[in-house]
Protein backbone atom coordinates (compact mmCIF):
# COMPACT_ATOMS: atom_id res chain seq x y z
CA UNK A 1 0.00 0.00 0.00
CA UNK A 2 1.03 3.34 -0.67
CA UNK A 3 1.53 5.70 2.11
CA UNK A 4 2.71 8.62 3.43
CA UNK A 5 2.92 9.23 7.32
CA UNK A 6 4.64 12.75 8.69
CA UNK A 7 5.60 13.41 12.17
CA UNK A 8 7.44 16.19 14.04
CA UNK A 9 4.37 18.64 14.46
CA UNK A 10 3.78 20.46 17.28
CA UNK A 11 3.85 23.43 19.98
CA UNK A 12 6.47 26.21 19.29
CA UNK A 13 7.39 29.49 20.08
CA UNK A 14 7.53 32.30 17.85
CA UNK A 15 10.99 32.34 16.69
CA UNK A 16 11.62 28.73 16.91
CA UNK A 17 12.30 26.15 14.51
CA UNK A 18 10.91 22.50 13.80
CA UNK A 19 11.70 19.63 12.03
CA UNK A 20 8.93 18.15 9.81
CA UNK A 21 9.37 14.22 8.50
CA UNK A 22 7.39 12.33 6.57
CA UNK A 23 8.28 8.73 5.92
CA UNK A 24 7.47 6.82 2.38
CA UNK A 25 6.64 3.23 1.63
CA UNK A 26 4.39 1.22 -0.93
CA UNK A 27 6.80 2.90 -3.82
CA UNK A 28 10.38 3.76 -4.96
CA UNK A 29 10.41 6.83 -3.23
CA UNK A 30 13.94 7.97 -5.00
CA UNK A 31 12.11 8.23 -8.56
CA UNK A 32 9.58 10.66 -7.87
CA UNK A 33 9.68 14.52 -6.82
CA UNK A 34 7.76 15.04 -3.45
CA UNK A 35 6.04 18.18 -1.90
CA UNK A 36 4.88 20.08 1.63
CA UNK A 37 1.51 21.51 1.70
CA UNK A 38 -0.20 23.50 4.33
CA UNK A 39 -3.64 24.58 5.99
CA UNK A 40 -4.47 27.01 8.53
CA UNK A 41 -7.07 26.43 10.74
CA UNK A 42 -10.29 26.92 8.25
CA UNK A 43 -8.16 27.84 5.59
CA UNK A 44 -7.58 26.82 2.00
CA UNK A 45 -4.67 25.10 0.72
CA UNK A 46 -1.07 26.78 0.40
CA UNK A 47 1.35 24.94 -1.55
CA UNK A 48 5.00 25.53 0.47
CA UNK A 49 7.93 23.57 -1.30
CA UNK A 50 9.02 20.71 -3.27
CA UNK A 51 11.96 19.31 -4.33
CA UNK A 52 12.85 17.15 -7.67
CA UNK A 53 14.42 13.03 -6.68
CA UNK A 54 17.49 14.69 -5.15
CA UNK A 55 18.21 17.57 -2.73
CA UNK A 56 20.01 19.50 -5.84
CA UNK A 57 16.20 21.09 -7.07
CA UNK A 58 13.91 22.77 -4.61
CA UNK A 59 11.55 25.51 -4.48
CA UNK A 60 9.72 27.43 -2.43
CA UNK A 61 6.63 29.48 -1.97
CA UNK A 62 8.02 33.49 -1.12
CA UNK A 63 6.31 32.61 2.32
CA UNK A 64 8.90 30.62 3.60
CA UNK A 65 11.64 31.27 1.70
CA UNK A 66 15.01 31.85 3.65
CA UNK A 67 13.48 30.55 6.32
CA UNK A 68 11.98 26.61 5.52
CA UNK A 69 14.51 24.15 3.80
CA UNK A 70 13.38 21.09 2.37
CA UNK A 71 15.82 17.80 2.08
CA UNK A 72 15.24 13.70 1.24
CA UNK A 73 17.43 10.98 2.25
CA UNK A 74 16.43 8.34 -0.49
CA UNK A 75 18.42 6.02 1.56
CA UNK A 76 15.64 6.21 4.48
CA UNK A 77 12.44 7.22 1.54
CA UNK A 78 12.12 10.04 3.82
CA UNK A 79 11.48 13.86 3.30
CA UNK A 80 11.74 16.39 5.42
CA UNK A 81 10.80 20.04 6.17
CA UNK A 82 13.00 22.34 8.74
CA UNK A 83 11.42 25.31 9.22
CA UNK A 84 12.80 28.21 11.25
CA UNK A 85 12.06 31.52 12.58
CA UNK A 86 8.29 30.62 12.78
CA UNK A 87 5.60 33.27 13.12
CA UNK A 88 2.36 32.72 14.62
CA UNK A 89 1.19 32.46 9.92
CA UNK A 90 2.89 29.34 10.33
CA UNK A 91 0.28 27.50 12.31
CA UNK A 92 -1.43 25.03 9.80
CA UNK A 93 -1.58 21.11 8.99
CA UNK A 94 1.41 20.22 6.81
CA UNK A 95 1.05 17.51 5.12
CA UNK A 96 3.51 15.67 2.32
CA UNK A 97 2.61 14.49 -0.81
CA UNK A 98 4.16 12.31 -3.85
CA UNK A 99 3.71 13.91 -7.21
CA UNK A 100 3.13 12.53 -10.25
CA UNK A 101 7.06 12.86 -11.74
CA UNK A 102 10.65 13.22 -10.76
CA UNK A 103 9.73 17.02 -11.21
CA UNK A 104 7.83 19.18 -9.28
CA UNK A 105 4.93 21.04 -9.45
CA UNK A 106 3.92 19.34 -13.01
CA UNK A 107 1.52 16.35 -13.01
CA UNK A 108 -0.51 16.75 -9.88
CA UNK A 109 -0.05 15.30 -5.88
CA UNK A 110 -1.30 11.67 -6.37
CA UNK A 111 -0.53 10.39 -3.03
CA UNK A 112 -1.03 12.57 -0.02
CA UNK A 113 -0.45 11.93 3.91
CA UNK A 114 -2.58 12.78 6.83
CA UNK A 115 -1.20 15.51 7.80
CA UNK A 116 0.83 17.26 11.29
CA UNK A 117 -0.17 20.11 13.43
CA UNK A 118 2.07 22.61 13.86
CA UNK A 119 1.02 25.34 16.02
CA UNK A 120 3.24 28.73 16.47
CA UNK A 121 2.37 30.07 19.71
CA UNK A 122 3.39 32.21 22.80
CA UNK B 1 2.17 34.03 -6.07
CA UNK B 2 -0.76 35.41 -5.77
CA UNK B 3 -3.65 32.89 -5.42
CA UNK B 4 -5.62 31.70 -8.25
CA UNK B 5 -9.11 32.79 -8.20
CA UNK B 6 -11.90 29.97 -7.66
CA UNK B 7 -15.76 30.82 -6.25
CA UNK B 8 -16.65 30.75 -3.31
CA UNK B 9 -19.11 28.41 -3.42
CA UNK B 10 -21.46 26.51 -6.00
CA UNK B 11 -24.43 23.99 -5.42
CA UNK B 12 -26.55 21.55 -7.43
CA UNK B 13 -29.45 19.17 -6.69
CA UNK B 14 -28.31 15.44 -7.30
CA UNK B 15 -28.20 14.26 -10.70
CA UNK B 16 -27.61 17.87 -12.25
CA UNK B 17 -24.16 19.06 -13.52
CA UNK B 18 -21.98 21.72 -11.87
CA UNK B 19 -18.70 23.52 -13.11
CA UNK B 20 -15.95 24.95 -11.16
CA UNK B 21 -13.72 27.73 -12.59
CA UNK B 22 -10.73 28.81 -11.18
CA UNK B 23 -8.99 32.04 -13.30
CA UNK B 24 -5.09 32.43 -13.17
CA UNK B 25 -2.81 34.47 -15.43
CA UNK B 26 -0.79 33.64 -18.76
CA UNK B 27 2.03 33.13 -15.74
CA UNK B 28 0.03 30.06 -14.21
CA UNK B 29 -3.09 28.78 -15.81
CA UNK B 30 -2.62 30.06 -18.89
CA UNK B 31 0.96 29.60 -19.60
CA UNK B 32 1.29 25.93 -18.88
CA UNK B 33 -1.29 22.85 -19.53
CA UNK B 34 -0.39 22.06 -15.59
CA UNK B 35 -4.01 22.38 -13.83
CA UNK B 36 -4.35 19.47 -11.27
CA UNK B 37 -8.14 19.39 -9.04
CA UNK B 38 -8.47 18.46 -5.60
CA UNK B 39 -11.39 17.26 -4.14
CA UNK B 40 -11.24 17.48 -0.08
CA UNK B 41 -13.79 15.99 2.45
CA UNK B 42 -13.42 17.85 6.02
CA UNK B 43 -10.93 16.47 8.64
CA UNK B 44 -9.55 14.51 5.62
CA UNK B 45 -6.18 15.11 3.37
CA UNK B 46 -7.00 16.03 -0.34
CA UNK B 47 -7.65 13.71 -3.37
CA UNK B 48 -6.47 14.42 -6.98
CA UNK B 49 -9.41 14.24 -9.05
CA UNK B 50 -8.07 15.77 -12.20
CA UNK B 51 -4.35 15.94 -13.23
CA UNK B 52 -2.61 18.17 -16.58
CA UNK B 53 -5.97 20.39 -17.33
CA UNK B 54 -7.85 17.30 -18.29
CA UNK B 55 -6.12 13.59 -17.51
CA UNK B 56 -8.16 11.26 -14.19
CA UNK B 57 -6.43 9.36 -12.38
CA UNK B 58 -6.97 5.73 -11.68
CA UNK B 59 -9.95 4.75 -9.76
CA UNK B 60 -11.61 8.67 -10.16
CA UNK B 61 -15.23 8.76 -11.50
CA UNK B 62 -15.80 9.66 -15.16
CA UNK B 63 -18.13 11.97 -13.90
CA UNK B 64 -15.55 14.00 -13.25
CA UNK B 65 -13.80 16.33 -16.23
CA UNK B 66 -11.25 19.13 -16.43
CA UNK B 67 -10.91 21.85 -19.12
CA UNK B 68 -8.93 25.21 -19.95
CA UNK B 69 -9.58 27.99 -21.83
CA UNK B 70 -6.84 30.81 -21.76
CA UNK B 71 -6.08 31.80 -17.99
CA UNK B 72 -9.19 29.47 -17.04
CA UNK B 73 -9.28 26.15 -16.10
CA UNK B 74 -12.74 24.68 -14.81
CA UNK B 75 -13.64 21.22 -13.26
CA UNK B 76 -17.07 19.71 -14.34
CA UNK B 77 -19.14 17.35 -12.22
CA UNK B 78 -21.72 15.48 -13.88
CA UNK B 79 -24.42 13.30 -12.43
CA UNK B 80 -24.17 14.96 -9.03
CA UNK B 81 -24.37 12.90 -5.65
CA UNK B 82 -23.93 13.24 -2.39
CA UNK B 83 -20.28 11.93 -1.61
CA UNK B 84 -19.39 14.62 -4.07
CA UNK B 85 -20.12 17.11 -1.32
CA UNK B 86 -16.89 18.70 -0.63
CA UNK B 87 -14.09 21.27 -0.73
CA UNK B 88 -12.29 21.36 -4.23
CA UNK B 89 -9.04 23.28 -5.04
CA UNK B 90 -7.49 23.68 -8.32
CA UNK B 91 -3.82 24.19 -8.26
CA UNK B 92 -1.25 25.10 -11.53
CA UNK B 93 2.25 25.14 -11.94
CA UNK B 94 4.07 28.69 -12.63
CA UNK B 95 6.78 30.20 -14.43
CA UNK B 96 8.82 29.88 -11.06
CA UNK B 97 8.65 26.53 -10.97
CA UNK B 98 6.89 26.67 -8.14
CA UNK B 99 2.69 25.82 -7.33
CA UNK B 100 -0.20 28.14 -6.46
CA UNK B 101 -3.25 27.19 -5.50
CA UNK B 102 -6.80 28.28 -5.77
CA UNK B 103 -8.51 29.78 -2.98
CA UNK B 104 -10.90 26.79 -2.64
CA UNK B 105 -14.63 26.21 -3.39
CA UNK B 106 -17.55 24.62 -1.20
CA UNK B 107 -19.85 22.40 -3.25
CA UNK B 108 -22.91 21.45 -1.83
CA UNK B 109 -25.21 18.88 -3.31
CA UNK B 110 -28.42 20.29 -1.80
Known amino acids: EVQLLESGGGLVQPGGSLRLSCAASGFTFRTYAMSWVRQAPGKGLEWVSG????????YYADSVKGRFTISRDNSKNTLYLQMNSLTTEDTAVYFC???????????????WGQGTTVTVSS | QSALTQPASVSGSPGQSITISCTGT?????????VSWYQQHPGKAPKLMIYDVSKRPSGVSNRFSGSKSGNTASLTISGLQAEDEADYYCSSYTSSSTSVFGGGTKLTVL
Open chain 1, 97 to 111: AKEGSSWPNYNGLDV
Open chain 1, 51 to 58: LSTTDFNT
Open chain 2, 26 to 34: SSDVGGYNY
